[in-house]
């Protein structure tokens, strides 16, 4: 069964430094998100990307935050000038544009800002 | 402003039982209703969904309940297993990103 797929696991960084995290959504999905997650908290939305563009994004989404899709598999998601605050699991998900309102989502990446 | 409210924030059950989970939504332009199952350290896994044109759907042991006209749904876990034990999350959207409530964390006692 096909998967979304996020690396790293696990990365710790320290305050001030750049990050990104990637992503390998299911291979005939347009549609892609980032959310996270504090811990013990609920999943927030970030962003979505269809078409190469931002579609929407949320307030948290401020300019310390970016998304791209480098290639035709990729999508990753850099926070520029990581914050203490910023220490959470990220969560990439896709969804395909065959009238289903389903996303999946990847295992995540926790992110720890030292 | 909080989107999707749940309830209980935590749950325990004796296996075999049936558990309930609760959410209540705002915005009326929501038409997609999904749960979403999160063991640790895990990404959340979608487990049933419901549209608003339906009152009831089912999908083996797991229910979900529908009112459109409270703006309520529920997830209803018959027989429920100690494999169940996980954190759930309802969700709502209406176009594109989802809303999730703030999670319960279930636990089935054997």
């Known amino acids: 069964e096909p998967e979304v797929t996020q690396t790293p696991s696990h990365q710790v960084t320290q305050m001030g430094q750049e990050v990104i995290l990637r992503c390998v959504p299911i291979?005939?999905?347009?549609?892609f998100y980032w959310y996270r997650q504090i811990l013990g908290q609920k999943v927030e939305f970030l962003v979505s990307?269809?078409?190469?563009?931002?579609?929407?994004k949320s307030e948290i989404f401020d300019d310390q935050f970016s998304v791209e899709r480098p290639d035709g598999s990729n999508f990753t998601l850099k926070i520029r000038s990581t914050k203490l605050e910023d220490s959470a699991m990220y969560f990439c998900?896709?969804?395909?544009?065959?009238?289903?309102?389903?996303?999946?989502f990847g295992p995540g990446t926790r992110l720890t800002v030292l | 402003q909080q989107q999707v409210k749940q309830s209980p924030q935590s749950l325990i059950v004796q296996k075999g039982g049936i558990s309930i989970i609760n959410c209540a939504y705002e915005?009326?332009?929501?038409?997609?209703f999904p749960w979403y199952q999160q063991f640790p350290g895990k990404g959340p896994a979608l487990l049933i969904a419901?549209?608003?044109?339906?009152s009831e759907k089912k999908e083996g042991r797991f229910t979900i309940s529908f009112n459109k006209s409270a703006k309520q749904f529920s997830l209803h876990i018959m027989d429920s297993q100690p494999g169940d034990s996980a954190t759930y999350f309802c969700?709502?959207?209406?176009?594109?990103?989802?809303?999730f409530g703030t999670g319960t964390r279930l636990t089935v006692i054997p």
């Open positions: 291979s005939n999905h347009l549609y």
């Open positions: 915005n009326t332009a929501f038409d997609y």
């Open positions: 998900a896709s969804r395909d544009s065959g009238g289903t309102d389903t996303q999946y």
């Open positions: 990307f269809y078409n190469n563009e931002i579609s929407e």
């Open positions: 969700a709502a959207t209406g176009a594109n990103n989802l809303f």
């Open positions: 419901i549209r608003p044109d339906v």
